[in-house]
């Protein structure tokens, strides 16, 4: 390691600056939300079993809630387009924009060269954990999702039920696709309940047991229309370790709520982003 220079202390002591501030991204009107929930009936229920995936459909303009059912558990969650599957979740620039871990008021934004909120969460059981003293917090957008890929490189396994062998599957059956042209749609994920954070010495992420308890949830309305795909991670609340048989398994419900269309009449769905596209390009290559 080299030396550090003399005024090493005056750089570290240099503040940092937000790289996004949010001030001016567009916000969303809650309490119209919150009348349109207060109206909301079910219309459809799914379930992710223990170590399983479930898909369903959000029409836009109505919510969907993820509900901890049996005990605590984790889930892995990825949202298409519902008409255009190219536009999924982007657990990075969600990252960028609202910072580690989601909760109500935060927005799962799409994919470039879309880039517009997919879902807005509008109700969270578990807002009252805040950032505990490892620096953990619940519905992160750090970690990617567990998958057989990593589980090989560190253990040499095999193992088939891992959230991206999961959300794999389902996503498959839903498409009625092959798994090898369902699994590149499958992206970086929402994990739902889990409680994780980076370690203050070494920077490692890391995960503790989820704070969540039978009867939590997590509400989001649906700004386009979804296809959502939950997987109930093999890790279950993710206390020990994932990509194994080992830990205790739950399942998840996602339950679909419509509410009375008028309470929503002074709403739009949100449009791509305004982008011209041509980046610095030719203007020839302009569509
Ligand atoms: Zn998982």
New binding site residues.
Partial sequence: MRHAPEDADARRAIPPVICYPVETLPQPDLALYQRALATAKPSARVTAPPRDAATFRVPAGSFFRITCEGGPQ?G?LNLWNAEDLSERFYSGKTRALHGTHVSTGDRLWSSFPHLRPMATIVADTLDWYGIDAFGGAVHDVIGT??DPYTGHLLAGTQYHH??HSNLTRALADALNVPLHQAEPLVHDVLNVFMCTGFTRDTGQYFMKASPVRPGDSLTFFAEINLLGAL?A???GDCSAE??SDTAHCHPLGIEVLTPDPETLSSWQPPARNAYDGTHGGPASSCP
């Fill in positions: 984790v892995d999702r567990c891992c959230c997987s991670c093999p890790g994932h990509s």
